[in-house]
């Protein structure tokens, strides 16, 4: 049986919420961000929180999608995921020491919101996840060189259509 991958919006208190149910892949990447930096741009007063509980496995793309967001809103963007949490998700690239991350668990208002995640275009895809592993690159993760052979691939693949 396939283990799940969905994005769920809801509000707290003080943040518009995301989270991040089973599986966080290029999958579901590209409508993340767009959701996530659509909203943040469009109003200046929200902050964004990514909740991680819910959470198995982030690929490179999604963990490379965060590090952008975390980039451009370092000040309204944090990650909520309890120690244990963050460690398996997020340690072995130390993007926990990277990313704002709360260990606090959100209270939630209200129902959550599914965020269609499919029919994202081929090319748009590859040049999400090649933007991603640049991200990844930047910040010194670990792993650095296969993320660079990712990147190169993907360029390739889309025939420099790739390259932003």
Known sequence: MPVSECIQIGVTDEHLCVQI?????LSS???FH???RSALEADREISLLVN????NYLDSTFLGCLVGLHK???????????PEVSARLLSCTHLDK??????????????????PTS???KV???????????????????????????VDHLEEELGGQGSQ
Do not use: K, N
């Open 34 to 36: 767009q959701f996530c």
């Open 124 to 150: 748009a895809t590859g040049r999400h996840a090649a933007e991603c592993h640049r991200r990844l690159i930047e910040c010194g993760c670990p792993g650095a060189d296969a993320f660079q052979r990712v």
């Open 21 to 25: 149910v089973g599986r966080g892949t």
């Open 52 to 55: 991680l509980a819910p959470c």
């Open 29 to 31: 990447s590209p409508a």
């Open 98 to 115: 990277i990313l704002r991350v709360d260990s606090a668990t959100p209270q939630y208002q209200g129902p959550w919101a599914d965020l």
């Open 119 to 121: 029919g994202w275009e």
């Open 72 to 82: 451009t809103f370092p000040d309204r963007m944090t990650v909520a995921a309890e």
